[in-house]
């Protein structure tokens, strides 16, 4: 279609807020590091840190790929079929929450195993640390959904100021629990931010489309991690590629 003056501030606006999306969201996963090295000054701890949260800063990208393919959809539905894109949502979520809870149990359970093999006995100090950052996988996914929602109900304004919230949270955090913790308190506000943009995201689309249907949406794949759970603490000693596939099918089959 031409180009009206209208799409093009509109356009340009999202732009914006986009670029405002990604500044925000570099501080709150970013400035945790520099503010480790700044009130630490302690290169070991800079490295335990660094080596957790590799193991788990890209596993949200599945999330990100999924909620990609799922907002043309979604747009869509918002402005023709309002309970499709409800009904659309709460099963956003719910595949989305299927797909990382085996992820963020099976890294908080086989956490040591994990550490020790990719890093070796220097850095067994960082398995505390995977084990607290595994819950932000979860967190991750959910508030990934959230934000798409969002956006696709043209609610961006809202999601800017939230991860904008978010960072400044996220250094108040850093600020109290670094000093007090170290790179185990770099950990605990990573995790507690997410769960403050989870929080925030899920007030307000649930004022907007509400309640989800908590327990349909959280009981089975509850049960069957349970299940994958005690699979993988009685038989922990078998080899990691072994393991991780049959554990897998354990949880998809339960």
Request: hydrophobic share 55%; proline share 4%; net charge positive.
């Amino acid at each position: 279609p031409r180009s009206t003056p209208s799409n093009s501030s509109a356009a340009s606006d999202v732009y914006k807020r986009q670029g405002l999306n990604l500044a925000f969201g570099l501080i709150y996963t970013k400035i945790d590091i520099t503010m480790l090295s700044l009130l630490r000054g302690n290169d070991a701890e800079i490295g335990f840190y660094r080596a957790a949260l590799a193991l788990v800063m890209y596993l949200p990208l599945v999330a990100i790929a999924l909620t990609s393919s799922l907002f043309p959809i979604m747009s869509g539905l918002y402005l023709s079929k309002r309970e499709s894109f409800v009904l659309n949502y709460r099963r956003s979520v719910q595949l989305l929450f299927t797909a990382a809870l085996p992820m963020a149990i099976g890294l908080c359970l086989l956490a040591d195993k994990f550490v020790l093999i990719i890093y070796g006995e220097d850095f067994r100090l960082s398995i505390v640390s995977l084990r607290i950052l595994s819950l932000s996988v979860i967190l991750k996914f959910i508030h990934g959904a959230l934000a798409m929602v969002l956006t696709a109900s043209d609610r961006q304004k809202l999601r800017t100021s939230v991860i904008a919230f978010a960072a400044f949270g996220n250094v108040v955090l850093n600020l109290l629990l670094i000093p007090w913790k170290g790179y185990v308190g770099a950990s605990l506000a990573a995790v507690l931010t997410d769960g403050l943009i989870l929080g925030t995201f899920y007030f307000f689309v649930s004022r907007q489309l509400g309640q989800l249907p908590l327990l349909a949406v959280t009981a089975r794949p509850t049960l069957s991690v349970i299940t994958m759970g005690l699979y993988v603490f009685f038989f922990r000693r078998m080899p990691l590629l072994a393991l991780i596939p049959s554990a897998a099918v354990i949880y998809m089959t339960v």
